[in-house]
């Protein structure tokens, strides 16, 4: 891939940046726990993706009630009622959902010759909280609740392209999900990496199974960077 062409990069976040199953995970054991129920994190973030993709796929509603319904979803597979913390308790936890460790590190280095976009399926006061983790000012910010829409919805990063005054072939977009990120980016001719993580779920995680080829994969930012960043590309690349 050459590199030298683009100017921006953008990220989805959670799963991607964030740690999210190290949030989703805890939250959701110890509901299932508090009614007698024993699950696999495996099955649990098999059945997060699709009780998620589910909400998404619905008339637009914010994130924190998408998580809140992921949460009576799995009330209702397992029979039980869930109370209104237990409701709560998993977007309530979301300002708290930690940056994999080589986050921060990748985004400085790569901020040092592109533009660095977020394209998240999140709410505006959400993503502020988790902004704060991050350790760069991105420059720009295209969410969920900005767009009306979920990924993989081809509208988020139409927005993303308009509101950046990009062309396709100027972004290279990066994200853990071939579902939400590598398909709906790739169809609208989108360069697209795929951080494929170490996870609970090998190869998916917490999102819906999907067939997709992206252009590059890696096992993490850190990696990406490695890729990215060779010494021999530093006169290649123009002035972000």
């Known amino acids: 891939m050459d590199f030298s062409r683009f100017t921006t990069i953008s990220f989805d976040c959670y799963g991607t940046l964030i740690e999210w199953e190290a949030g989703i995970l805890p939250v959701l054991r110890t509901v299932l726990a508090n009614h007698g129920q024993r699950v696999s994190d495996g099955e649990i973030l098999e059945l ?78 959400l993503f502020a909280e988790t902004r704060k983790h991050l350790g760069v000012e991105f420059d720009g910010v295209i969410t969920a609740e900005q767009a009306r829409s979920y990924k993989p919805s081809l509208n988020n990063f139409q927005m993303a392209l308009r509101t950046l005054a ?16 590598v398909v709906p980016a790739r169809s609208l001719g989108i360069s697209t990496v795929w951080v494929n993580r170490k996870s609970a779920r090998p190869g998916i995680g917490a999102v819906r199974a999907s067939e997709g080829r992206p252009d590059l994969q890696v096992p993490d930012l850190a990696s990406l960077v490695a890729t990215v960043m060779k010494p021999e590309q530093d006169e290649s690349v123009g002035e972000r």
């Open 48 to 125: 997060y993706g699709e009780f998620e993709a589910d909400a998404e796929g619905g008339p637009y509603q914010r994130y924190r009630e998408v998580l809140q319904s992921v949460v009576r979803a799995f009330a209702d597979r397992f029979h039980f009622q869930a109370s209104l913390a237990e409701i709560h308790s998993l977007h309530e936890s979301v300002s708290a959902w930690p940056p994999f460790p080589d986050t921060v590190d990748a985004l400085r280095e790569l901020q040092k010759r592109y533009k660095l976009v977020v394209i998240s399926n999140i709410d505006d006061d």
């Open 166 to 181: 990009l062309s396709p072939d100027r972004l290279l977009h990066v994200g853990q999900s071939i579902y939400h990120d």
